[in-house]
């Protein structure tokens, strides 16, 4: 089952909408239901059933009372009061899920995304209209043509992992989760309902390691029993590492129907076969193997032409069409995964943990218990950290750096890049501690992977670990409590001991797909330089030409990871052809 789609208008004038506009819209959704429909504001959905609404209100997809399981149907006419009053702002702080709520007034419409849900919402103006919808195609169907904006193009390519509402086509932008657009006579606003730095907040630590331990879990069965309730059976995508092996015990406390799938590929990095079978066995439930087949990945092909942005990496072909057929033939009707897993539980190796330390309890025993676990994980001596964290602390900015990726970039993209903001994820507000606006920066490529990824899937994808209430939870443990000796990720190994074998509570090794990707980049070096010398990033003037054909003339095996950053070139390459 795909996500629900949906398609709206809303005038940003006085005036009513235009009758033609209002026709192409009908055509384009012809198989779904009329929701709301009035002079100024129109909205289709094929979520013909589960539907809260009441006049002028809805809400398209999953809806959860905090603590609830359930998915929501109705709500009473207090709710919709509260929620309507408040701008949706009540919506996100008594419920969750994977929605997107309508609500209106006599003089605005208020557009609000749920916090890390996985429901699409597109926006586009044209004249004096706001056309909202789940995904691109519909925007297409009303008529829309949209060309690549290179400087969009050319931050995305510096920044993958990071979201904002632009996207990478002119003219399309899109609703952040947590986020709201109010729509007016006035025009059109733009605000953040939700944000990590709310939960970061040094009065809501949960410093307790056992209490945090428990909001972890009992967050974790939440999202896991809820996102699974309407679905028959699931295949659980399971690699034998840690944060795959937590949603297996929780899959298995909610008494879902479940079977795994470890994916192998040709080199020992990506054989995790042993521990993926400890896991099935301790969660009960059946494991089948499949091994990645190079044929089924074309480097020419993005997996993300129907989005606005190249968010698809080449590498996951063949895995996702693994899994479909998977899925299929075992009568799954939703796929799961642990993805997010390291950034939720904060699976971070930084010395700005100890800054923590030394801002709020000097050189206590807290802090040398972080400093031995850290230096054990790091191999870093003591002393060395101390000095580190003594800089950390009082020396530099709390803001987390990340560099961004330009190295094939051209002068000119590398000027964009310069002058790009930065994510809003990654400037803390004052008072914040440096590890936890470490952990809060760590959520950017989670949000990226089920907001941006996920909400366009052709199969359900579904990462429970990367919903609001899990994220919640695990932003109000303090970061030192993260660490412990030999341990990342101390509160979820903690938290699941009791439902894992030791193994894999105490393992501090994971497999990766670096060398698959190596693989696919030697097989196919001529078709990239065919793709990227003189393709369309170089039309754009977005690439250097001259050191990526350095690079791809070199004779011999990749000696280095520079081919990760011509492999993230190609899926953009490969996307930006296919908007032509």
Not at 157 to 182: K, M
Not at 342 to 347: P, Y
Not at 354 to 368: H, I, N, V, Y
Request: charged content about 25%.
């Amino acid at each position: 089952m795909m996500r629900r789609r949906f398609l709206a208008l809303i005038a940003t004038s006085a005036e009513p909408l235009p009758p033609g506009r209002i026709d192409r819209a009908r055509k384009a959704s012809v198989s779904f239901v009329p929701l709301i429909e009035t002079d100024r504001f129109m909205l289709w959905s094929d979520h013909r059933y589960g539907i809260a609404q009441v006049g002028g209100h809805a809400i398209v997809g999953e809806l959860f009372d905090r603590g609830s399981t359930r998915p929501e149907t109705t709500l009473d006419d207090a709710a919709w009061t509260a929620i309507a009053r408040s701008r949706g702002e009540r919506l996100i702080e008594r419920y969750w899920g994977s929605y997107v709520a309508f609500t209106t007034s006599d003089t605005a419409a208020a557009i609000i995304r749920a916090p890390m849900g996985d429901q699409g919402c597109y926006h586009a103006r044209v004249g004096g209209v706001l056309l909202v919808a789940s995904d691109l195609a519909l925007l297409r169907d009303l008529g829309c043509r949209f060309s690549v904006d290179p400087d969009a193009l050319a931050r995305h390519i510096a920044y993958p992992e990071w979201r904002r509402s632009e996207t990478c086509l002119d003219g399309v932008e899109e609703l952040r989760g947590g986020d709201r657009l109010l729509v007016s006579a006035n025009g059109v606003v733009y605000e953040t309902l939700w944000s990590p730095w709310a939960f970061v907040a040094r009065d809501r630590m949960i410093d307790d390691s056992g209490e945090a331990a428990r909001a972890v879990r009992n967050a974790v069965h939440l999202t896991a029993r809820a996102r699974t309730a309407s679905h028959d059976r699931a295949l659980l995508l399971l690699s034998g590492g840690l944060d795959s092996a937590i949603v297996a015990a929780s899959l298995k406390a909610t008494g879902t129907d479940v079977i795994g799938l470890n994916l192998v590929g040709d080199d020992a990095a990506s054989d995790e076969r042993r521990y993926a079978g400890m896991v099935a066995r301790s969660a009960g439930i059946e494991l089948l193997t499949r091994t990645f087949d190079l044929d089924r990945v074309d480097v020419r092909r993005s997996g993300a032409a129907h989005m606005p942005y190249p968010v698809h990496r080449c590498f996951t072909q063949a895995q996702d069409a693994v899994a479909a057929e998977t899925a299929e033939l075992c009568g799954a009707d939703i796929l799961i995964d642990g993805g997010g897993g390291d950034n939720v539980f904060f699976a971070s190796r930084t010395v700005s943990i100890l800054a923590d330390c030394l801002a709020t309890g000097g050189l206590d025993k807290r802090f040398w218990s972080a400093a031995r676990a850290l230096g054990d994980l790091g191999q870093t001596g003591t002393w060395a950290l101390t000095w580190r964290a003594v800089h950390r602390a009082w020396l530099r900015s709390p803001a987390p750096r990340q560099p961004p990726a330009i190295d094939f970039l051209s002068d000119a993209a590398r000027a964009i890049v310069e002058d790009a903001p930065a994510h809003p994820w990654f400037t803390p507000p004052d008072g914040v501690l440096p590890g936890r606006a470490s952990h809060v920066a760590l959520l950017a490529p989670a949000q990226n992977m089920v907001e941006a990824i996920n909400a366009q899937a052709q199969q359900r994808a579904v990462s429970p670990l990367v919903s609001q209430p899990v994220v919640e939870a695990c932003l109000r443990v303090p970061s030192w409590n993260w660490l412990a000796p030999d341990r990342d990720r101390a509160i979820a190994r903690s938290a699941f001991a009791p439902d894992l074998p030791k193994a894999i509570v105490s393992r501090r090794s994971k497999g990766t797909p670096t060398g698959f990707v190596a693989t696919i980049f030697d097989r196919h070096r001529q078709t990239i330089r065919d793709m990227l010398l003189g393709g369309k990033l170089a039309d754009l003037r977005l690439i250097d030409e001259r050191k990526i054909s350095q690079l791809l003339f070199m004779l011999g095996p990749v000696r280095d990871l520079r081919f990760v950053r011509i492999m993230e070139l190609v899926d953009a390459e490969a996307w930006a052809a296919s908007q032509s």
